[in-house]
């Protein structure tokens, strides 16, 4: 009989270093997301597909080739979520919790789907943490976001990276725009490649940032849609550069940027790894604001509204390895030989209250001999053990011995876990 292998293009993730990796990252994010003010939302995995074909736009490569669907019980069309934005606003509007001049800070972490062509730094299934303001129409949030997001991948060790942003304006700049650039690149139809010719037609703002050679040479001399800006618009992208100064983030802009989902108006911004980790992969963080996104969801007074999601795959690929594993602090060994019942029982409420004062403690609970229990402690990488026997039962003792040394000392079982504490902070604040 055979065995199975994961999904194309979805991983698991093992114990072990890089799971430590996933763990340390997303305390980061949320971390990062509390001192910004945000609360941690968790929608479901399955959404009607409607919200995407809406919210994202039903002309995105996520949604029209991307999109993982199936049928429920009633026939209706639901989807793996491509992505947290759109979920996360039909949350607020189904809770009630928007409008009336309410500002939310909302922020996630999990799943998302998409079927992409997998490549390196492309999965099927790829993580996100992200972070979504409602509410808000000033350029600071924009801002805000932005610095957000860098100080959250500074967190994270990267220095090698580079925040673009741009203005798409509002829903009327967006389609005059969207005619003067369909008339340049209509005008090179011959040039460009197939996908350019079908990007033309679909999404003509996306054959910006094509990557065919014949699509890019055909760009060569398109109208900016910074020209385009209608006043109230260019003002708000200039605010939001200010800001970003005041905050001192670096950025550049690129009028090309125009981002692959629907939903966005005014600033926009992609933060991309220049360190070569990712190779063409290389977006770690997008996002932007979409005050419009609600009204198309159906919420009858408009919502602005300010986001970004980081994928978490990348950022790990991107961020440089921490050499040290995590190992244990501790390891307790249970003696065989008299009243070896008592003294294991002794061992299993030591390793308790070590771990409940936050140890990472290992318990070998195969109890084989000393020598093998003592081996598997140190193989674990434990400083301290804390030897148990009939004797130090008697005594109401343990025997702490410091793995680096040799050292050993005698304590009662009442202190042993004090010791073991004391001594971690001692070693810590002394720099060892
Ligand atoms: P996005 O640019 O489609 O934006 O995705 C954000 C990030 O998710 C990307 O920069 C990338 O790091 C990661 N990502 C996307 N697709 C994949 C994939 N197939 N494999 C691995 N990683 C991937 C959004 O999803 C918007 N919802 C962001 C946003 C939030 N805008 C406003 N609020």
Redesign the pocket.
Known sequence: MGTFAAVT?MNDLLPGPEGDRVRALLAAFRDAAARYGFGEVRTPLLERAELFERG?GAATD?VDKELFTLADRGGRALALR?????PAARAAIEHGLVGRDRVLRWCYAGP?Y?A?RPAK????E???V???VYGDPSPAVDAEGIEMAVSFLRGLGLARFAVRVNSLGGPETRAAYGRALFEHFNARRGDLSEEGRARLDRNVLRLLDAKDPRDRAAAEGAPSILAALAPVDARHFEAVQGYLAALGVPFTIDPTLV???D??SRTVF??TDQSGALGA?G??????R?DGLFGALGHPEPVP???????????LMAAPSDPAPVAFRAAVVAAAGPAEGAVRDAALRLAQRLRAASVRTHLDTRFGSLRSQMRRASDEGAEVVLLLGATELAAGTVTLKRMATGEQQTVTLDLAVESVVTDARWRTRGGA
């Open positions: 293009g994202v996520i491509p992505e947290g934005t759109a998302m998409r992409e730094g492309r999965f099927r790829f993580h996100q992200g972070a979504e981002r692959g989902l939903y966005y992609e933060i992969q977006a770690l963080c997008g996002g932007g979409y509204a300010f986001g970004f999601a980081a994928g978490v795959e990348r950022l």
